[in-house]
C-alpha cells in the first residue's frame, strides 16, 4: 500500500471549501483510469491570512511615509504560506507584512528557513520605525 500526501494552500476562503471536494473528484478518476482503490482524508489547517482592506490602507500609508515609498513593495500576488497569524485575523483586523532584509551583506545567504540564512541587522531599526509610524497612525 503507497500513501500519498501533501499540503494545500489557497489565497481565498473560498477556495479552501471547494478544493477538498475537487481533489478527491481527481484522485478518484485518475484511479478509476488505473483500476485502483484509494482512501482519500483532507484535514484543514491553517486558514487562509487575510489582510483587513482598511487597515491595510493605513498600514501602506504609514510604511510609505516612514520609510519611503520606494521602499513599500506591494506583492503582485498573496502569499499562501500557513501562517499562525491568519488565527489572529480572523479575529480583529489585521494586516500581514513583511520586512526584507536582503542587502549588498547578504545577498546569496538571505533565503529564509535555510541554516546559511544571514539577516542584516541594519533593517530591524526600519522595521522598528515602520511599525511605531503604524501604531502612532493608527491612534490619530
Do not use: W
Request: glycine share 4%; hydrophobic share 30%; proline share 4%.
Amino acid at each position: 500500500m503507497r500513501y500519498q500526501e501533501g499540503t494545500v494552500r489557497c489565497s481565498s476562503a473560498e477556495a479552501c471549501e471547494i478544493l477538498p471536494d475537487k481533489i478527491e473528484e481527481f484522485v478518484k478518476d485518475v484511479c478509476k483510469i488505473h483500476s485502483c482503490d484509494y482512501e482519500y482524508k483532507f484535514s484543514h489547517g491553517y486558514p487562509v491570512t487575510m489582510n483587513d482592506p482598511k487597515l491595510t490602507k493605513l498600514v501602506k500609508k504609514s510604511v510609505a511615509n516612514s520609510i519611503g515609498e520606494d521602499n513599500l513593495i506591494e506583492m503582485d500576488n498573496p502569499d499562501t504560506g500557513g501562517e499562525d497569524f491568519s488565527f489572529f485575523a480572523r479575529e480583529v483586523p489585521s494586516c500581514f507584512m513583511f520586512l526584507g532584509c536582503k542587502s549588498d551583506k547578504n545577498h546569496d545567504t538571505c533565503i529564509l528557513h535555510n541554516s546559511k540564512f544571514n539577516c542584516d541587522e541594519d533593517c530591524i531599526k526600519i522595521g522598528i520605525k515602520a511599525m511605531v509610524n503604524i501604531v502612532i497612525d493608527y491612534f490619530k
